[in-house]
C-alpha cells in the first residue's frame, strides 16, 4: 500500500467527496486522481497540510503506513471546527476570504508605496525652487 492509497483511506474515513477533501487541504479538483495515474508520491507539504486539517489521522501511518491510521487524541477531543463538518460552500467562502484579505493587504503595501512615491517627489519639487 502506497501513500496514496493510505490518504485514500483517509478520504474514504473521513465520508467527505473526492473534492471537498481536496480543496480541504488546498489542492486543486483532481489532485489526487493525477498522483494516482503518475504512480507519485505526495510531497512533505500535502502530508503535512492532512496532518494539520485532520489531526486525528496519523502522519507517520500516511507516510510509512507503520501503526494505526487513527492517533489517539492528546487533549481527549480533536479541533471542533473540523473540516468534514462544513459544507463545500462554507469551505470555498473560507478559501475565498483567506485570498480577499491577502489581496487587500499586497493592495495596501502598494498604495502605500506610491504614495511614500508621491511625498518624496513632492518634496523634491519643493527643495528644487
Do not use: C
Amino acid at each position: 500500500m502506497t501513500a496514496v492509497d493510505r490518504i485514500l483511506e483517509v478520504l474514504k474515513d473521513t465520508g467527505l467527496s473526492t473534492r471537498k477533501f481536496e480543496l480541504s487541504i488546498d489542492k486543486t479538483s483532481g489532485y489526487l486522481n493525477s498522483l494516482i495515474k503518475r504512480n507519485s508520491s505526495p510531497s512533505v507539504d500535502v502530508v503535512s497540510k492532512i496532518i494539520e486539517v485532520y489531526p486525528e489521522y496519523s502522519g507517520e501511518w500516511i507516510v510509512t503506513g507503520v501503526g494505526s491510521m487513527i492517533r489517539k487524541p492528546s487533549s481527549g477531543k480533536f479541533h471542533s471546527d473540523h473540516p468534514k463538518d462544513l459544507s463545500i460552500d462554507e469551505i470555498i467562502n473560507s478559501k475565498i476570504e483567506s485570498k480577499l484579505s491577502d489581496l487587500k493587504k499586497s493592495l495596501i503595501q502598494v498604495i502605500l508605496s506610491e504614495i511614500d512615491q508621491e511625498i518624496s517627489a513632492a518634496k523634491n519639487s519643493v527643495a528644487d525652487r
